[in-house]
């Protein structure tokens, strides 16, 4: 049964399968994806319908318990995060597929959200205040590139002396040295 159900998955989702260790069962008439703790009951993550509809970004959400709120404000806004994942030895960050993530870092200002630190995140006002912030930074960030781009450009530009100055520039030129051997004498 598993096999079937996992050849109607793309890849990333099967890859989410197997890091969260889920196994199909049936409850209710349905089938979950559940992980199987020994000493207790089954916990159902997803509906397999829900596993096959559902964006990698929002299970990935689901999984840490992110509300809606919080998925739709960075599925809107993904192209200005990448998905990381921290080394467990070295503590390196290093990029990963979206359903590897662990945490998402802003492109621009490298500002970390650990995804745990987001699920414990409660009440809306404080992740509303939470995206302003980033928001402006971002925004700051930005408008530090352009200035950076824009005296970059200066100093690249060439130098070009008005029109009526280049008229009047003549090129001076100069005749060969000619040396000629003296002759001494005596």
């Not at 318990?65 to 990381?84: E, Q």
Request: glycine share 4%; hydrophobic share 35%; net charge positive.
């Amino acid at each position: 049964m598993k096999n079937d159900l996992l050849g109607e998955l793309p890849e990333e989702k099967v890859n989410l399968i197997e890091k969260y260790r889920l196994e199909p069962c049936l409850i209710n008439g349905k089938v979950y994806w559940a992980r199987n703790f020994g000493n207790r009951p089954p916990n159902a993550y997803v509906t397999h319908r829900g596993m096959r509809k559902c964006p990698t970004l929002d299970l990935v959400f689901s999984f840490y318990g992110l509300c809606v709120t919080k998925m739709t404000y960075f599925r809107n806004n993904i192209t200005d995060y990448l998905p990381c994942k921290q080394h467990l030895v070295t503590g390196d960050m290093t990029e990963c597929a979206l359903w590897d993530m662990e945490f998402l870092v802003q492109r621009a200002t490298g500002i970390r959200i650990d995804l745990r630190n987001l699920a414990a995140i409660k009440e809306i006002e404080t992740f509303r205040s939470m995206c302003a912030w980033l928001e402006r930074r971002l925004k700051e960030r930005r408008e530090q590139q352009e200035r950076y781009e824009r005296v970059q450009e200066r100093e690249v530009a060439p130098v070009t002396a008005a029109p009526a100055l280049r008229m009047a520039i003549v090129p001076i030129r100069r005749r060969p040295v000619q040396r000629r051997d003296r002759e001494f004498s005596l």
